[in-house]
């Protein structure tokens, strides 16, 4: 939630109460992805950035495909104008989703070569550049957990900065994960994207 929302809802408790009661009861018959795109539509009519980022990410992770958001969104036009369309798509590319790169044939996910497992102190988070993706490697004992850098809350690129022991927080809305497990412990409630990994010939390996 964005900070005047908090506001409201620390200063007119039962009002903004019965306001999200009613947004709650008013999709009870859709399903989730339905909800979140319709969501999705809503933030572009009204041109919040930050509510666009959350709920095409939900969205997403709900199991919509880029095709399914962008008929949404084409499907909206009478209501939304072009430009509005167009802001949308702005937003959606600035935050580099592979789902939406025009090649996204020509990038299906893959294993990638991420460091050599020697390189990964343990006990320690290391921060790596591999193939265009910023990772946290977490490696303690034979566990490793190769984690995305870019926040579950609404993409933001999390900076190496970030990190304070075992703990990563996003500086945009302080998200905090726990880097042994992946969980969100501060304020949002989705843990970090953990990608499939595996070691060959001492190398460590990501897929993504
Ligand atoms: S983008 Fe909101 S906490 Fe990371």
Known sequence: MSDALNYL???RPEAMGAYFKFLKGAGTHL???TRNLISVITKVHAQTENGLRQY?????REGATADEILDALLMAFPALGLAKIVWAVDVILGMDLPQFRLDREA???CWHDVAPVSALKAGK???VDC???NL???RKGATIKVYDSRCPHQVTNIPHLALAGTTLTC???EWAFDLESGRCIAKGDRPLTEFPHKVEQRRLLAFW
């Open 9 to 11: 809802v620390k200063t």
């Open 31 to 33: 399903d989730p992805k």
């Open 56 to 60: 095409l990410t939900r969205a997403l």
């Open 107 to 109: 990038v299906a996910p």
């Open 125 to 127: 988070t290391t921060y």
């Open 131 to 133: 193939d265009g993706r």
């Open 136 to 138: 946290f490697v977490y």
């Open 171 to 173: 500086p945009k809305h």
